[in-house]
Structures are given as structure tokens and as C-alpha cells.
């Protein structure tokens, strides 16, 4: 027995040929490896030592404070909850705080809607510590399907609802279900949200990309699709889905109900599966957010059949909008057009990680079923809303008009989202450093920045960029303007210093 | 383009060929639609159709209440949440309450140490709507590695840990780690918590069953261990991993100290990375919890050099034990022996999804560090954890004395987990009847159960076990007697019907 351990500790360990460890990395997953995720990268990881040094009292490092604006994390930064969702929350892990509803009211202002609010969601569950259905509570599907409903004025079904602990997981899941094999390749925009490339390097398939187009603020051009999807078939690819984040990330773009026409005919075309990832839905600035599921049912109706078998999966989350709760892991997804048999086959996948957690599933509810004019916590939800909404678009805005002060920076106009996605020409010198240090030009920019001022931000190449040119993903999360005066600064003194 | 996309349609619909749909069951990822998963499987899925006819107001049923003993989900039983928990989830999700203590206190009976742990929690967390660390928040990681420390008598390290959305997930992320081809094998004990061989299928990887002895308890054999070794290397498996459920699920057994270091023996000969699922380590009746992190350490000292390469991953949640939050998904995996380039891929693999809930770490932190006598809501807590324990205890006792009384079936005394696992001698004429159905003989019998009594258990071919053996899994949560009177009732009818 020995001999044979020997010559399976030997395949095992090519890079440490001293141990007898079992794992290393030339073989484990290689997809794992292979797999790259920048917003939680290098940069995220740099930072998040500052942040330790400052608190340790290091008087070294030439800013006081680091900006995480590499994340969409509103809570870690000035927003503040929305009290209702945080009241009916307080209620369902302590119901017993319900038996003295009068004193909750009296002394900490509860109204008699969070109080109802959370009576009626502890019938649901009973007890958020109790598993709930794997695609989530009845209930509270019910209350999804409601508001999905009166957004669309198209109907929606309980039973196509599945929760999620955010949309990561619900977008995992959908693609583990699709990629069957390593030729299957599904389209995702350049730049994209990162966490796309990263599943399907997971799961072994394909990313087939298409480039949006900047100079028409970041739009979706259908030649670019079709000519990506010859060029993968071409290459042997199954084409199967393809991904559409609306309001965009990092571009912040906001689809036309037209833009979503011209996808949803190639996908009727082409038989592709459509991944709408609608997180973003109601960071709107500039006109109106038109779901796809929508335009799917509009379609519909108005030419007969054409449409009849597209697959639609449309995503949605706690964790942006003006609610921003993160932390609590929640979402959803709807499908529409599928086969019932891959229906049940998701279910069954999503049934072995059991539920999705069952405080963000009420949070979710509280969501799509906020306080209506004339009920008792309407006027302060309403306030909170509009504040959050009108900080974001402030913040946006003042960002945008600190970036055209700076040279050699271009950019669109927020639209949405809760990113600026600015283009940096980088001069010559600036890139042969970069190129030196192995790194593209753009991580080395994000990178000088970071030590010089403490801002994070996240490379263009993390999110995929059109050859030859360089952005940044900023939020405009952060409050103040000191961290947007550091950025101007150190890009002036970059490139005096790269000229 | 449409000839194209007819041939693309046509390799796509072997089993709808009337549909231009992309997916159907055929072409879908078939490691998904094999994987299996009994827990939630047809009985749960029927058990709930019962629940909800009943609702409905269903008369026809001959039996007025369902009873789900498929899964291990307290809360959703009878067992009521730890105070202390559930108060301090109550302050960290509305902060605004920690305004007015003295109302908290005097109406509410908040006492100081609940006030104190959520002002803890939330400097470390800012937030509970914020994303954390994909580890985890460093303060909680820190309590637990405290946890751990007192636990075993060796020091844990915070950087070894990663919380997660319970310990599933945990699984899920070492296993996608671990298996980086098709030859890749785990030994996986049988019977089994069916979360592991689904993970395997999902990953396209092999799993290497080793049989657990009914007759000694349950308990692990080595040599039957080192037999499936090396029938799997024969057959050109690379075995990597061996999962140790203790205490055991569905079985209850709970490993001796010299069972784990005959476990750490094999790892340490066979360089196999040890995936210890400890869930259940509060939930022993008899003798007493010993960790495999604890032994290693130990054996490590004792005899240095031979364990030094052991890599172990253990797992824990707060969904068992005398916690049972499962709803909110929490939980944690600590790892011992990695090699640091290996645990940084784990820690980007994490950081695709984020973090796990916040709220569920919060509520770790309290489970991993309860009052303690002298702290003014020991006393409550002490009380209510016992009482949990005690029923517990009592339950399983009265549903043992009840399984004794029943023809053909056998069974270990109760001596840990929340489960119970009888073997069940089906008689000729029922295996006859359940082949013609194209069930095995013990879904067959579940089902049985099910149709006429309610009550739903697992069959043990969801497990796996012994061929020609039948069991079935029920936990021992649900409240009161009559349910399993129904069991003993059923089953004399049963055996006197193929008899």
C-alpha cells in the first residue's frame, strides 16, 4: 500500500514535492483557479489592509480614510435602512415583542401596519427559523407575484417564482442548469458584472461576448450579437442564453422598451435562453425602467406565435435599489416559457441547498409590498425612499461633472445603477509601467490611486473592455466630495507624471 | 440564418420536437438531472400537497394533520427559538430600539447582556444589511475561533474560518475545490446525508461508498474504508476525501476518539483530505462529543511528523444542535492543514457569492458564545436549552420504546442527531408489489405511511444502505405521541397485508 501512496502523493504534488498534502494548486478545480472575480480581488483585498492600519492608529499612509467604492454595498457606507422593513424584521425574530404592541407604538413609534405587516408574515412561516419551501415561502411568492404583476399588467404565477439568498446564487443556479457542456457558451455584454464570467469558467461552458457599444451610451447593438453568435457557432459553440443586465453594470445604461425588442427577436430567432438580471430596476435617473418580461408579453400579444417558446429568466434583489440590504442575501427568480420537466429539475437543484434564509425572504416581501399612500408608515417610507433616490442621483451627478474636469476622462451621463463607468486614456509611459509590472494599465492606475488616496476602485478589465481602452467602475456611494477632490487630484499629478 | 438555427433546434429537441425552446430535459446539464436528493423529494412534495388539501378544507383524507419527520427542521415543529438569540436579532436588524433600553428592559424583560452583545455585534458588522467579509465579519470569525479553542483545548485561527449560508453550502464550495476531474473519488459513508453524493453528481465526480456496521451502532470501519480505497483505485479513481458525518446522519452513531484516529489514520497513510460534518456535536446522548480538529491536534502532538499534512475541513451549523434556527442559514467550516495557496482559491470562490447573510452570522456569534452563568439572561437561556435537550432526549426514547414494539424492525437505542434509522424487514409480497411499481420496497412503504397515516419519513434508499436491507429515516421533533401511534398502527396493518 505504501508504494501505491507514494505514486499518488507524486501525480499529486508538482508544485510541492515536500509534502504529503493531499490538495495544491496545479490540481485542484482548475476552473476554480481559472475562475476571476475583481471586485473582491486584489484591490478589495489592499484596501481592506488600509483599513486595518488606520484603525491600528498607523500614521503612515497618506490618507485617513479608505473609500470602498469598488462595491455596491450602501449600507457600508452613509444609507440608512428603511425603518418599516427593519420594524417588521425586529418583529419576526422576536414575536414576542408583539405582546405589547401598545408600548411598541408609544415608545418606539411602531405603527400598527408594521405590526400587522409582520403578524401576517409569521403566519406565513411560521418561524424564520423554521426551513421554509426551497423556492420560498408560499406566501411571500404570492406577494411577488402581485407586484410583478402591477408593474407589468401582465399576470404572474406563484409557482414560476423562486427565492433566492441574492441574485449571485439565482444566476449560479440558472447557468449550472443550462451549461451541459464544456461547447456550451452563453453571450454576456462586455463590460459585464464579473460574477457572469466567473460561473461559467466554474462550470466549464463558454462566454460568448458581445460588446456594447459606448458611444451610444453603453446600448445593446443586435449586429454585434449576431455576428458573436456566427462567430461562436462558427467555433463549434452551442449558443444557449444570453445574459442582459438592465440598468447595466458597470455601464449604468438603461434599455429602451426597443433595445429589449431587438434582443427578445434575436432569442425567438436563435432559441436562446434570455437572462434578464434586473437588479437594478428601480435605480433609474433618465426615462423609465421597462422589464423584459414585459415587452415578452407585449410581443405576445401583438404577433401571435413568434414568441410563444421564448425563455425568460428574470432576476431581482434586496440589495440595491433604494433598499439596499445586502447583507440579508435576498432576491428572486422568474421564469417564463419553460419546459416544465427543466422546471422541476431546478427545483430539485435549488431544493438541495435547501431554502433561501427566511428573514431576507420577509425583508423581500416588505419589498415588493411597501407601505401605500394613506397607510400609517407610508409618509416616513416615503421620505426615506425619495431621500435615498434623490442622495444617489446627487451623488451621481456631482461625480460626473468631477470626471469631465479631469483630462483625458470621458463619460456618459448617469443613467442608472449605482456606478460610473468613466473611460481613461492612459498615456504611453503609464502603460509601458503597467506592462512592466505585468499588469494591464488600467489595474495599475486603480491601483496608484488606491495607495495614493485610499479610493478602491475596479479596473475596466475586471468587467471586460473593447481592446486598447481603459476605464474604472466607481460608485457613487460614498458620501461627502473630499474622496471625488482626492480622485481629481492624484489623476492630475498620474498624469503630469506618466506626460 | 434559419436553416442554422433549425438544425440547432432539431439537435436540442430530442423529446419536444413541436417547440423551438432551447432547453428541455434531455439537453439540459445532466449531472443536475441526476443528482438526487430524497429529503425533498416526491414524499415531501406530496406530504405537502396532503398539508395544503387539509387546509383546504379536504375531508377525505383518513387523517387530519401532517406530520413532516422527513427533515431535520425543529421550528418548524414544536421548538420555540432561544430567547437571548432571537432578542439580539431583534436590536441588530432595528438598531433605532437600542434607543430607549430602560423600555426594552422594564416591558420587554431585555436584560443588559442582550443589550450589550447587539451594540457588539453591530460595531462589528455596521450593519446587518451590509456585505461582510466573504469570510465572514472578522470580530464573529473571532468569537468562534474562541469557541473552537475552548472546545478542543488548541488554538483556532480566525483566517482558517469561513462562515457560511449554512453548512450545505460549506460542502458544496470544499467539494467543487476538491474535485477537479471526472476520476476524482470521495469516500462518502453509507448510509449518508444524500447532500453529499447530489454534490458529487453535480460535479461530475465519483463517489467512493464505505459501509457503516449496523451491528456495532453505526460505527466507522476501517478496513471496510481501506477495501473501497482500493477497489476505487482499481478502477482508476483518485480518491481524495473522506466524509465523516459525526454524530451520524440518518444514523445517530456517535464516534469514539479511537474511531476518529482510525479515520486520521487512513487520511494521514492515504493523503485524503477529512470533511468532518459535525452539526449534530451537541446533539449526544451518550458519551461524549470528540472533534476531529481536537484529535488531530493531539495525535499531532503525540506523535510529530506522521499527522502533519492531515488536511481537515469541519463543518458546523445553526441549524441543529439546540439552536435549530435552519431558516436563517447560518453556519461556519474551519479548515486545518491547507495549503495557503489552496485556501486563497477558496476564499475567491466564496467571494463570487459574496458574503452569507449577516444576520445569520450575528446569529452564530450568539450560538458560539451564550451567556454564561452569572450573566442576567444565563439563567433563561440555561432553561431553555436544557428543556430543548431533555425533550429531545425524551422523544427519541419514546419513539425507540415504539419501534421495539413493532414486528420486523430493528434498531439501534438513540444515541445522538435528531434522527432515528430502523431497519425494517419488508415481507416477500410487499417487495413484490413495490418492484411491479418500479419503487424500491422501502419508498414503497413510505409512501404507504404517507397515504394513510400523514406522517413523513425517508426512505432509506435516499441514504443508501446495505442491499437487501430496508430502513427509513424520521426524525424525532414532531410534539406529542399520537403520530407515532399512527406509525405502529400502519405498520401492523401493513405486514398483516403481505404477509
Redesign the interface.
Known amino acids: 500500500?505504501t508504494q501505491?501512496?507514494v505514486s499518488?502523493?507524486a501525480?499529486?504534488t508538482l508544485s510541492?514535492v515536500q509534502?504529503?498534502?493531499?490538495?495544491?494548486?496545479d490540481?485542484?478545480?482548475?476552473h476554480?483557479?481559472d475562475?476571476k472575480?475583481a471586485?473582491?480581488?486584489e484591490l478589495a483585498v489592499k484596501a481592506?489592509t488600509y483599513r486595518q492600519r488606520l484603525i491600528d492608529g498607523d500614521k503612515s499612509l497618506p490618507f485617513d480614510s479608505v473609500i470602498f467604492a469598488n462595491?455596491g454595498?450602501?449600507?457600508?457606507l452613509d444609507q440608512k435602512?428603511i425603518?418599516f422593513f427593519?420594524?417588521v424584521?425586529?418583529?419576526v425574530?422576536?414575536?414576542?415583542?408583539l405582546e405589547?404592541t401598545e408600548?411598541l407604538k408609544k415608545?418606539?413609534g411602531y405603527k400598527q401596519d408594521v405590526i400587522d405587516r409582520a403578524q401576517a408574515l409569521l403566519a406565513n412561516?411560521?418561524?424564520?427559523?423554521?426551513?421554509?419551501?426551497?423556492q420560498g415561502a408560499p406566501g411571500i411568492r404570492d406577494s411577488v407575484a402581485k407586484f410583478i404583476e402591477k408593474r407589468d399588467g401582465f399576470s404572474a404565477n406563484p409557482q414560476d417564482l423562486f427565492l433566492t439568498?441574492?441574485a449571485?446564487?439565482g444566476v449560479?443556479t440558472i447557468l449550472?442548469?443550462?451549461?451541459?457542456d464544456p461547447s456550451t457558451g452563453v453571450l454576456v455584454p462586455i463590460p459585464q458584472y464579473p460574477?457572469y464570467t466567473?460561473?461559467l469558467t466554474?462550470l466549464n461552458a463558454r462566454c460568448v461576448p458581445y460588446l456594447l457599444e459606448e458611444e451610444k451610451a453603453w446600448g445593446t447593438n443586435v449586429n454585434a450579437i449576431l455576428k458573436s453568435i456566427e462567430d461562436a457557432?462558427a467555433a463549434g459553440t452551442?449558443v444557449?442564453?444570453i445574459v442582459v443586465i438592465n440598468p447595466g453594470n458597470p455601464t449604468g445604461a438603461s434599455l429602451s422598451a426597443d433595445d429589449i425588442k431587438k434582443v427578445l427577436d434575436v432569442a425567438?430567432?436563435?432559441?436562446?435562453?434570455v437572462i434578464a438580471d434586473e437588479v437594478y430596476q428601480t435605480n433609474v435617473f433618465k426615462g423609465e425602467f421597462v422589464s423584459f418580461k414585459k415587452r415578452l408579453r407585449q410581443l405576445q400579444q401583438e404577433q401571435p406565435g413568434k414568441y410563444d417558446?421564448v425563455?425568460l429568466v428574470s432576476l431581482h434583489s434586496i440589495s440595491k435599489g433604494m433598499v439596499?440590504?445586502?447583507?440579508?442575501?435576498g432576491g428572486y427568480f422568474e421564469l417564463a416559457?419553460?419546459?416544465p420537466?427543466?422546471q422541476?429539475?431546478i427545483y430539485?437543484?435549488v431544493?438541495?441547498?435547501?431554502?433561501?434564509?427566511?428573514?431576507?425572504q420577509c425583508l423581500l416581501e416588505c419589498m415588493v409590498n411597501p407601505p401605500l399612500e394613506g397607510d400609517p408608515s407610508f409618509e416616513l417610507y416615503q421620505k426615506e425612499y425619495t431621500g435615498i433616490s434623490e442622495g444617489l442621483h446627487k451623488r451621481a451627478l456631482s461625480l460626473f461633472n468631477a470626471f469631465q474636469r479631469m483630462e483625458g476622462v470621458e463619460l456618459q451621463e448617469p443613467q442608472g445603477a449605482m456606478y460610473l463607468f468613466p473611460t481613461i486614456h492612459i498615456p504611453a509611459k503609464a502603460i509601458e509601467a503597467a506592462t512592466a509590472e505585468g499588469r494591464p494599465a488600467d489595474e495599475f492606475y486603480c491601483l496608484a490611486l488606491l495607495d495614493a488616496t485610499g479610493v478602491c476602485v475596479v479596473p475596466g478589465s475586471g468587467f471586460g473592455q473593447k481592446e486598447n481602452t481603459f476605464h474604472f467602475r466607481t460608485t457613487f456611494l460614498a458620501p461627502g466630495t473630499d474622496w471625488v477632490e482626492r480622485i481629481v487630484k492624484f489623476h492630475s499629478e498620474f498624469m503630469d507624471k506618466y506626460r
Open positions: 500500500m501505491t501512496t499518488y502523493t501525480k499529486r510541492a509534502t504529503r498534502k493531499c490538495l495544491n494548486v490540481n485542484i478545480n482548475q476554480v483557479r475562475a472575480y471586485v473582491r480581488g481592506e462595491i454595498n450602501p449600507q457600508q435602512p425603518t427593519r420594524q424584521l425586529s418583529l425574530e422576536n414575536p414576542l415583542l405589547n408600548v415608545s418606539f412561516v411560521q418561524s424564520v427559523g423554521a426551513y421554509s419551501h426551497s439568498g441574492g449571485s446564487s449560479s449550472n442548469v443550462i451549461c451541459s460574477l466567473a460561473s466554474l457557432k452551442d444557449r442564453a425567438a430567432e436563435e432559441s436562446l435562453v417558446d425563455e439596499g440590504e445586502c447583507g440579508h442575501r416559457g419553460f419546459d420537466q427543466v422541476e429539475q430539485k437543484l431544493s438541495i441547498g435547501l431554502c433561501p434564509p427566511v428573514v431576507a
